[in-house]
């Protein structure tokens, strides 16, 4: 990928729709929603979105965008509420997203029941959620989390591209990589890590590492933030070399990540977009025999 697919907007917007649209998204511990009204909240390849613990000790994921003039309805990163009320006029939504109230000179003219928060996929199990924008028919990964107790998330914010900050991820050989942007990690035997990438635009990204299993706050708390701040010296050298022509060749693993972005992201022209466009085209012959054979046995 050329130095562009770092520094400019147009290859994350591909990015955006063909692969974190489909993907399923780390994002987060079911500890972190250990109550009902827990939230977590991310935005992530340009999609807001949030999950929440229900009364009924399921969990949800929603876009974070309010129905009435679409700000964000949640703005803490974490937290937690009895009723989600979104602070720009004061529309309520239950915490299975069911449009609730609004105080009457904000009233809405449209029927409750399609005011609902827009709702996305949340897969829950082995302790951990993962949300998908728009269903494509996978299963989501096995991230095999650590089985301590999870103590705490500690948050990077990078000035990098989401790739190169892969890139410098996977030349740690203790991490094992799930496609697309997950990590896990064991730093050492009673302490395990599961890594999030963030993208959040195309020149930023935070890391989320989860810490499960902390026995001394202190001294493990402060290793976990030497070795994020190591990750993120790492990924912004990345950035920086990956912008240049002069950029070093990728490892292995970072050729075959690489070639998977570019196999989800077919620009027009592309040999993957060719491959994608057959496929699409042999759907639709398909599809038209089908529809053809019907119309002829009717
Ligand atoms: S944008 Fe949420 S209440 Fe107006």
């Given amino acids: 990928m050329g130095p562009a697919a770092y520094t400019e907007g147009e290859q994350f917007q591909r990015e955006r729709r063909t692969l974190f649209a489909h993907a399923w998204l780390p994002f987060a511990a ?18 807001p979105l949030f999950a929440i613990r229900g009364d009924d000790g399921v969990a949800h994921g929603f876009h974070n965008v309010c129905r009435h003039q679409s700000m964000p309805v949640v703005e803490q990163t974490v937290g937690s509420c009895e009723v989600l009320r979104c602070r720009y006029h004061g529309w309520s939504y239950a915490k299975t997203g069911e449009f609730l109230d609004s105080p009457p ?16 996929e949340l897969c829950e199990r082995d302790g951990f959620c993962m949300l998908r924008v728009q269903p494509r028919g996978t299963e989501p990964p096995r991230l095999l989390l650590p089985t301590s107790r999870f103590a ?20 740690d050989q203790d991490c094992q990589f799930v496609w ?3 990590f896990t990690a064991k730093a050492e035997a009673d302490l395990g890590i599961m890594r999030q990438v963030v993208p959040r635009s ?6 989320v590492d989860l810490i499960f299993g902390a026995n001394d706050p202190t001294d493990d708390l402060a290793a976990c933030r030497s070795r994020a701040s190591a990750a993120k010296a790492a990924a912004e050298t990345c950035q920086r070399a990956r912008a240049e022509a002069l950029a070093p ?9 690489l070639r998977n972005v570019a196999l989800t992201t077919p620009t027009r022209g592309s040999r993957s977009s060719r491959f994608v466009m057959q496929t699409l085209l042999e ?9 053809s054979s019907r119309f002829r046995n009717s």
């Fill in 202 to 207: 195309f020149s930023r990204t935070r890391i």
């Fill in 283 to 291: 759907r639709w012959r398909v599809g038209a025999l089908s529809f």
């Fill in 105 to 120: 000179r904000v009233a809405p003219n449209d029927l409750r029941e399609k005011l609902s928060l827009n709702a996305v």
């Fill in 249 to 257: 060749t990728p490892s292995d693993e970072a050729v075959e990540f």
């Fill in 152 to 171: 705490t998330a500690i948050t990077t914010d990078i000035d990098a591209n989401w790739k190169a900050v892969v890139e410098a991820l996977l030349a």
């Fill in 180 to 182: 697309p942007l997950a």
């Fill in 30 to 47: 079911s500890a972190q929603l250990a109550a009902a009204g827990d939230f977590v909240s991310h935005s992530i390849g340009g999609w």
